[in-house]
């Protein structure tokens, strides 16, 4: 069974930082590509920045410049440091990853972290 484990939110003044962690955990092939989504209330759950096996990135534009995607392919560890964060960046922050169990066996992205909330309000 494959488990996904948020950590690193918390309530946080406008302009303040915070990194978030998610390791993945399992009976695990490959991790390739690794994603971390954001919902906030009333709204649907979107993605905020990916980052490939290779190391590329890429983010929302309302996040660019502010947030950066990391990784530690030894630890199945992906990072998200937020810095200058915003109101609007409040949401409960998730993580995802395209993740291969065995060497022939199909990559599923269906795994879920329980999440990590992230409060901006001064």
């Known amino acids: 069974q494959v488990q996904l484990v948020e950590s690193g939110g918390g309530l946080v003044q406008p302009g303040g930082s915070l990194r978030l962690s998610c390791a993945a955990s399992g009976s695990i092939f490959g991790i390739y590509t690794m994603y971390w989504y954001r919902q906030a209330r009333g709204k649907q759950r979107e993605l905020v920045a990916a980052?490939?096996?290779?190391?590329?990135?890429n983010y929302i534009d309302s996040v660019k410049g502010r947030f950066t995607i990391s990784r530690d392919n030894a630890k199945n560890t992906v990072y998200l440091q937020m810095n200058s964060l915003k109101p609007e960046d409040t949401a409960i922050y998730y993580c995802n990853a395209d993740i291969r169990l065995t060497r022939l066996g199909q990559t599923r992205n269906d795994y879920w972290g329980q999440g990590t909330q992230v409060s901006v309000s001064s």
């Open positions: 980052i490939t096996n290779g190391g590329s990135t």
